[in-house]
């Protein structure tokens, strides 16, 4: 029987691949995302609604049994504490943490039930280092690792496993609307500007969102049985600098 598997954020970006790349390997996959997708089953979800994510999962798990939970429903916001109004904290942690918190919650009853289970939190390598003008980011991802760590301790009894990803600079549009943002702000050149992005990173190239579905992957699979709690950088060499 195939394995079910509940995405976040999957019609764009590194959820579109993660979408992708659990359906070749045999997953039946639900994406929940706000914007449409022709991959897997599409479930409009804007993730900040608390109880539109759990009424979902909820009907997806009276029908199937929910193998393995990705939450990668994310956005950026750049600026430094000073230039980040109540609003855009809020608006921020109700996307990136709270849309996380309700995720998780609402598959845990079908994996405790069944004992078996795998959480896979897309956080960022800014759970680790910080970067300049990212306050409220920085602060959104360094709550998704404690997430993975705590739920990892709670319910290891359950045999269900969390673990958070934490992606470098990652070329999706996310990526690009940032460069744009901050070129228009700055009056940059956009191409400059990405290979100085480029130039960061060790291994001199940015990665790619196929790269981080590989790791997520793995993470859901049984090869990775023994791994929770975990922070798996995976940022061509970022924060070992
Ligand atoms: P993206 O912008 O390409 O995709 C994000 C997806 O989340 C979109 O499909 C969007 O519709 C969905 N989404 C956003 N708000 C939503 C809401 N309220 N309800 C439902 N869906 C919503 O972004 P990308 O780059 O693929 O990012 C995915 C995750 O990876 C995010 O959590 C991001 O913070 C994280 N990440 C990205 C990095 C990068 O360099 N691109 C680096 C590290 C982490």
New binding site residues.
Partial sequence: MKKVCVV?????????SIVKLFLNNNYHVFN????P?NFGKFCY????CHQQVTQIITEIAEHHTIDVLVS?????FSANIENTSEDDLINVF???VK?AYSAVKAVLPSMKAQKNGAIVI?????ALVAKHNSFA?NLS?SALASLAKTTALDYAPFNIRANAI??????????H??INNYCEHSGANKDLVHQEEAALQPLNR??Q?EE?AQLALFLASDKATFITGSLQVIDGGYTVQ
């Fill in positions: 976040t954020g999957g019609s764009s970006g590194i959820g579109l929940l995302d706000r914007n997708s979800c804007d993730i900040t990668n429903a994310g956005i950026h109700n996307i990136n849309g897309i956080a960022s390598d800014q980011y991802k934490c992606p470098g600079t990652i070329e999706t549009p996310l990526y609307q940032a940015l990665g969102p981080v």
